[in-house]
């Protein structure tokens, strides 16, 4: 059983920055492909950026390439999202998640936990 439980969403003019952290309790956090989807109002859970174990590829969506960064400490079993150049339009609810995989998933059926979500609000 993994627990994860993400932290530094919040309110944020357009062009402003912000980094995600989720923090990953129980079983062996590198064995495990870590990602962020997010959902906004309305809309399905859409895959936003992933990490391999061991770090050894990164995924993102065309959406947020070149804003975002995705990382990983196996030390502090954390996994990071760094947001730069918010839009409004990345507004959503942020949502960590592990897959017991030797790739990056993009599709939620593949992820096997996901932690409670923390808000981005990105105001115009």
């Known amino acids: 059983q993994v627990q994860l439980v993400e932290s530094g969403g919040g309110l944020v003019q ?3 920055s912000l980094r ?9 956090f590198s064995n495990y492909a870590m990602s962020w989807f997010r959902q906004a109002p309305g ?8 990490i391999s174990r061991n770090a050894g590829s ?27 150049i918010l839009k409004p339009e990345d507004t ?11 790739y990056v998933p993009v599709t939620t059926a593949r992820y096997d936990y996901w932690g409670q979500g923390t808000q981005v609000t990105v105001s115009s």
């Open 92 to 102: 959503a609810v942020y949502y960590c998640s592990a897959s017991y995989t030797n």
């Open 14 to 16: 357009a062009g402003g």
């Open 20 to 28: 995600l952290s989720c923090t990953a309790s129980g079983r062996a």
């Open 43 to 50: 809309k399905r859970r859409e895959f936003v950026a992933g």
């Open 58 to 84: 990164t995924d993102d969506a065309d959406s947020v390439q070149g804003r975002f960064t995705i990382s990983r400490d196996d030390a502090k079993n954390t996994v990071y999202l760094q947001m730069n």
